[in-house]
């Protein structure tokens, strides 16, 4: 009987619509880009939008980019005596649970659920996002249920964001195959303010509110939020439009002008702590290996043109991975201005050379080719594909665009599946670059999907997680980003400003520039 009405509600939803200012207390539809690979936190590939309202962190980021804690009574430090830094080099980090917090099936959320999740990411029959963090622990002892104090083999300065994740509810998984586990990667059991009560696979995710949430038994104030899935962005601004969603993050920017039009909505515009960019996957395609083609191709790109175009200037131009928001970010990086000219030089140094005249440079009988990905429905993204394939063009290079949708090519990139890349990270409020350029760090044990592999470029970032002295890391930090602008391993385009449409009713909306993503608060989010 709970299913069908579910259903029956959901059908209610997608016939009527909804009318402009139809978001209310009862129901509020987002209009989301693209459907989940899996509802597992640890497995996903996608931004944890969805996720992050059914399954809490030990800690969060605020706002203002700070880490607060949630199912921790507080986050750990040197000063409070929670951080402790060993004789031998390593670690001990104590997390304190908060009392009385239980997963929604009413099993008490403890210490051996920190303990359990730990062993799992680290144990080779869990295919993980990644095990960045987790495999420099050497073990989790829990005194009690409420402490887990978590041992490092070394220094690990992002330890704060260690379980923004959460954790995986050991009564459920122990003993399991949690890649093959689908009772709980499509339905997971979390502690957070909503739970799913549907995912029509294709369509929508239905979460409805959990009774007797643990930060207070009126909160969430919104009982149900249904996740439409509409990858098309014109689409998606259609329904916001016509009324038939409510909510939509990450407006693309040349939408702004229509969107901020639409009566009843609100435009939140925030710097984000993200960057569009374009990925050289240096396995796949051999010539991205010669530092001089990846020179050549960044000279070849206009990125103001693109800029003051496609992007209608709301996205500046970017020169590297850490954003302007966060503390550790510098301008003193090598520049790759707009050069053609530089471009073609530095192709026929690395020795590709256009000897039939046909427009595309060749070596030994190769062409200097390649297929670059990027998200289908993403009109933005659409855009500055065939534009970046013009400038390329230009300089003798022959590209490919290859669209793909948004759940789709979350797998291509993790398995190293292409050749280049136009897409955005969504950092974490942490500076950390180990996980995308250290050259340990490709799928699964990381983010490093250029392939790039550079020992002094790594011996940097392990430096800098290795110590918790903001000033050295800083420093370390800087010296990390100016390798990487030197070494040209990736393109970097622009910023990624943050544009979210919500209604103009909703209290409690602060938007949030990280990979937390909107829905940080969503607890608190209601409609006056």
Known sequence: MRRFAVGLLVLLVLACGGERGGASNDLLVVGYDREPDTMNRFSTHILEDIQGCVIEGLTITDEHMNVVPLLASEVPTLENGGVVLRPDGGMDVTWKLRPGIRWHDGVPFTSADIRFTVEAINSPDYNPESTDGFDRIEAV????SLTAIVRYREVYAPYALQFVRGALPRHVLEGRDIDAAQDYNRNPLGTGPYRVAEWKTGEHILLERVPGYWQGDSLPAIRRILFRFVANTTTRINQLRGGEVHVTALVPWDKYREVRTIP?????????????HVTLNQRSVPAFRDRRVR????HAIDRELIVRTILDSLAPVIHGPIQPVSWAF??????????????RALLEEAGWHDADGDGVREQDGKA???TMITQAGFAVRENVSQALQRMWRDVGVDVAIRLVDGTSISGLWFEGRFDAMLHWWHMPADPELTLFFAKDRIPP????INYVEDDSLTR???ASDRTVDQARRRALLVAAQQRIAELAVEIPLYNVTRLDAVPEAL????????NAGIFWNVHRWRIR
């Open 141 to 144: 002892e829990t005194p009690d």
């Open 264 to 276: 009843g909505l609100s435009i939140h515009r925030m710097t984000g702590n993200s960057y569009e």
């Open 295 to 298: 020179r050549a191709l960044t």
């Open 330 to 343: 510098t301008d003193s990086v090598t520049r790759y201005a707009f050069d053609p000219a530089r471009a």
């Open 368 to 370: 200097l080719a390649f």
């Open 445 to 448: 044990h990381g983010r490093n």
């Open 460 to 462: 940097l970032l392990y």
């Open 507 to 514: 209290e409690g909306f602060t938007g949030n520039p990280t």
